[in-house]
Each structure stands twice: as C-alpha cells, then as structure tokens.
C-alpha cells in the first residue's frame, strides 16, 4: 500500500508507477492511498491499480490517522510505504493496524525546507522514522539532510536510487528531426531545455537569463521549457517582454512524450534551487545528452563532473551561459559527454536496478517481519 500526498505528477509519482508496473504482479499487489482529497488527481496517471482517499479536500489541518488505519484494517496490507513529510502520519495509522511492514521514504525538497525544518516537524519526524521499520532516501545528500533534521544517525536510513527506463529513453535520430519540425525549430537550430514542474524551487528563470546573454552573439539558440505550474504564466510574461527571447522560447506545456521531447534537445539543463534525486536528469542522461545542472542535492551524485557535463551554482546565469556557450561551441564535446552521459544511466540507475533494490528491500523486511513466511531472496534476471 503506497501512501502519499500530492495534488501534480512529480518524480515520486512516476517511481510509485514504476513500481506498480515493474513489479511481479504474482508477488506483488498495489493498492494506492493519496491524502487530502487527492485520490480524483491520482486516477489520472495511476490507472490499473485500486484508488483510495483518506483526506478531505481543501481543509488546511487535518488528521487523517484514524481514517488511514480503518481503510488499512480493510485492506490488511503486508507492507505500508509512506513518501515525504505529506504522508508521514501514515506510519501512526500502520502501527494502529497492526501492518507486519512499514516503510518511510523521503524523495525531495519543498522550497520551504532550505533553510531548515520547524522543531514540531522535526520532533516528529524523530519518533515516525523511529516508528517505521526501515526509511530511506533517494540520494545520499537527502541521507544527511533529514538525518541532521531528525537527529538521527545516517546509517540508520538506508539509500535507494532511483532508475530510468533505458529503452524508453534513448537517442532516436528519426524522432529527433520530427521533433523539431513539430516545434518549428531550424535545421540549424542549437535546442537547450528542461523537463520539470513550473515552481519556483526549479529555477528556470536562471535558464532563461543565461540565454539572454548568449543570444546576441547566437542567434540561433532556442530553449524548451516542458511542464506546467504556478511559475508558468511568469516565465511567459518575462519572455514576451524580452526583445531577445521573444521567438525563441517554446512552453510546450505538461506533455505525455518526454522521451520524444527529450531528442529534440542538444544539451539538457536542471537549475532547481535544489533537488533530491531528479527523474528528468536521469532521462536525460539516457537519452544521451550532456546535461548542466546545479551543483546542489542529488545532482553531483548523478553528474560525472567533465564526464558527462558539468556542474554550477544555482541561480548562477552568468556560469551556466558560460558553460552553455562551450557546449554548443563543440559539437564533438557535446558527443562525447552524451555517449558517457547514456553509459552512465545505465550502469548506476538502471530502472532493473531500482527494482531489484525496492524488491529487495520489500521482501526482506516481509520475511523479518514474518509476513511471507519463507519468503526466498528476489534475484531480477
């Protein structure tokens, strides 16, 4: 049983999916339980897999303990894994239901969350992770940040990447000429861009200010912001009142094929404020090209500084135009990042990879626990 609480489709929801649809479905049966009045959204990208809601939507506070551990006494689930701070009352409800497994784990930051945690949220996170039978994050630098938060050992939170599908994404050079033309871009077109929820924690306001300096000089740079969010009509704004970028931006909006997306670009570029461990900058890794992204969160345990692009500061236009002018300037560097950039993704974060790691992690806690007696160690071929 997954529990989380999110109104958009993010990163944590597409690994919920993952899972869900990579999983052995004889060994393993999903149900999905959302917070808040959100299950309506769920039903929109979670199809397949029952639907649950234990929270009312709109209300500011509510506490949703007693309504979780009634539905999880229905369902009486082998293992309860609940996602970041939105669903932490989740392990409370799973105690109360008597649940053999529960599992804690923590996919990113909140904008709100860079300066700190409050001492409530923190005291509470203390005692749920004591709660769970296992929490873990998806990078090591979340380890460290919500391990200092809760004052608890690193150790005691375990670390689990996340993966990316690599026949799905890839470099497709028939999809990439398509793609362009699609989206009316010339032949010689030079296309950065990013994948990504429009907030503020995401920052792509420095990707178009680093554009903006390199424009005049070329001319035939174009930047492809794909997502949708409460910073679009911003970033929309800011570029019709550029005389430089006017014509050469394209808000495609939230879009089903990132994968054909993804082909259209010449370099990839993650500005976030800061992240946890990005599945845009996974994709684009996979998809074979060189990627820039700040040199914050998850981020440095997935670039390969020199390797497969590079690093910089967030909210640094200045040293992204830089690094940006030197990519586009080569295209035989561009090359040689995106071949190491594909072999990276499929060596570290590998979507078998990941599912192997979350199967292990499932049915050896259920074995501990005694929830499938028996239980044989999961070996993915």
């Known amino acids: 049983m997954h529990v989380f609480d999110r109104l958009d489709v993010g990163g944590t929801e597409k690994v919920i999916m993952k899972l869900v649809n990579g999983l052995e479905a004889g060994r393993f049966q999903h149900s999905i339980c959302t917070l808040r009045g959100t299950a309506p959204a769920a039903r929109s990208w979670a199809t397949g897999v029952e639907i649950m809601d234990a929270g009312t939507e709109g209300a500011a506070f509510q506490f949703n303990v007693l309504r979780l551990a009634k539905l999880m006494k229905r369902v009486r689930p082998a293992i309860v894994h609940s996602r970041n701070w939105g669903g932490i009352e989740a392990i409370l409800a799973a105690r109360m239901a008597r649940v053999p497994v529960i599992i804690h784990s923590e996919h990113g930051y909140q904008l709100e969350m860079l300066a700190g945690l409050p001492m409530r949220q923190r005291t509470l996170r203390h005692l749920a992770y004591r709660w769970a039978s296992a929490v873990f994050t998806v990078s090591q630098e979340l380890r460290s940040y919500h391990a200092a938060q809760a004052w608890c050992k690193p150790e005691t939170i375990h670390v689990l990447y996340n993966g990316v599908d690599g026949e799905k994404f890839k470099s497709r050079v028939e999809v990439r000429c398509t793609m362009r033309r699609h989206l009316g871009i010339p032949a010689d077109g030079l296309v950065v861009g990013s994948v990504g929820r429009m907030v503020p924690l995401k920052d792509a306001m420095t990707l178009l200010r680093a554009a903006e300096v390199l424009l005049p000089a070329m001319s035939n740079i174009y930047v492809l912001l794909v997502g949708s969010g409460p910073e679009l009509a911003r970033l929309q704004e800011y570029v019709a009142r550029s005389p430089?970028?006017?014509g050469h931006v394209l808000f495609p909006g939230a879009c089903d094929n990132v994968a054909d997306l993804l082909n259209a670009l010449d370099v990839f570029v993650l500005p976030s404020l800061m992240e946890g461990m990005s599945n845009t900058l996974l994709e684009a890794l996979a998809t074979g090209l060189p990627v820039l992204a700040t040199r914050v969160?998850?981020?440095p345990e997935v670039v390969a500084e020199s390797v497969c692009g590079h690093l910089?500061?967030?909210?640094d236009a200045t040293e992204l135009s830089t690094r940006l002018r030197t990519l586009l300037q080569d295209h035989r560097l561009r090359a040689q990042?995106?071949?190491?950039?594909?072999?990276?993704?499929?060596?570290?974060?590998?979507?078998?990879g990941m599912l192997h790691r979350y199967c292990e992690l499932y049915?050896?806690?259920a074995k501990l626990k005694?929830?499938?007696?028996?239980?044989?160690t999961y070996v993915r071929n």
């Open 297 to 299: 969160g998850g981020n």
């Open 312 to 315: 910089f500061q967030p909210g």
């Open 363 to 365: 049915v050896g806690l």
């Open 370 to 376: 005694g929830a499938i007696p028996g239980a044989e």
């Open 337 to 352: 990042f995106g071949q190491a950039a594909r072999a990276r993704a499929l060596r570290h974060f590998s979507l078998e």
């Open 244 to 246: 430089l970028l006017h």
